[in-house]
């Protein structure tokens, strides 16, 4: 890389929208600018560079600070997401009209090169690390941005878009409780968490419910009917089951699972069956309630906005310093970077003796075990 060039770095974006993407791309390219860097977007993921004839504007967009003055009002579409970004692994069509996958990650470092780029902040969620890792080990300079609704990314204690989604989870709750208790029901809500019950349990702890079901403490609904029926014996009112969409039974449990409807997307299992089950054991009407993917909508949080602009200004520095392979990782105090070997094929659950969930006992909201 010669001294007299301008230097150019890219950005883009995995799979997904979260609350306060935009204001990454505000983050990347204030920062870059004032080292006087050139930022090009790349859009969706790396189809962009992959597969530039399929835009008729070009499979790149130039990125400067009047583009992103505004975060929340920028296009959420300027540079789009794709499913599944990985170059290794490359949709393609062969000589006889047939979807195949193929391994382009060699042409994707030739096109980057090519380009003039000097380095990329891939913005990714858990899934996509590895497939950046495998990339940084390459040879391509790149940096990552933890973006999950779920807050499931390791090496980070805060992904943004995670404090927008709660937000929303928290709100929705309490209408939802609220109508449980004009209703004389039960509200069994489920919310997203695969592997990771963050968004069930805080959200469940701002309320507070009276349960909470995550995947990290396998289930009985027969403590969770028991602690339910003591409360309303003691005169409390009892309204709101919070469920990760992860949650699970304890071995041995039988749980009344209508699968058949859930073959193709296990949303709402949870919701239904665990409504089903509390229904037919404490004789009390219930209604399943699923958030589902509406909470990766709206505007972002004061957090997350701070959080996501830090995230991208701070993946300038890493390229800055001549770091590669790593991830911003916001760690009270510090805004660091960590190795994406510390953070791929991992999952950030909720450990068993956490404050969260201590502070959920102490307010006697059942947990199920």
Known sequence: MGSSRRKRIAVNVGEGYVPGLNAVFTGVVRAAFELEWEVMGIRDGFDGLLFPDRYEAGGMVSLTPEKVEHPVALS???????????????QVVDHDNQIIEKDLS???LERVEASGIDGIISVLGPKELGMAWKLARK????????????????????SFGFNSALSY???TLERARTAAE???RIA??????THAGWLALQGGIALPADAILIPEIPYHLGFVATRLQEKLQRGWSVALVVVAEGASPAKGETLLLNEGAHVMDRSGLVAESVALELQRRMAQETFPLVLGQLIRGGNPTAVDRQLAVGYGAGAVRALKDGR??????????DLTFVPLSEAVNRIRTVPLDSEF?????ALGISLGD
Request: one cysteine or more.
């Open 76 to 90: 959420r579409g300027i540079l789009g997401t794709t499913h599944p970004m990985d170059p290794f692994r490359a």
């Open 106 to 108: 060699d042409n994707l």
């Open 139 to 158: 040879g391509l300079p790149l940096v990552c941005v933890p973006k999950a609704v779920e807050n499931d990314v390791a090496g980070t204690t805060l």
């Open 169 to 171: 989870v928290v709100e």
């Open 182 to 184: 004009t209703l004389g």
């Open 188 to 193: 069994v809500v489920e919310v997203l968490g």
């Open 324 to 333: 590669n392979g790593v991830m911003t990782a916001f760690n009270p105090p």
């Open 357 to 361: 969930v201590q502070v959920a006992r």
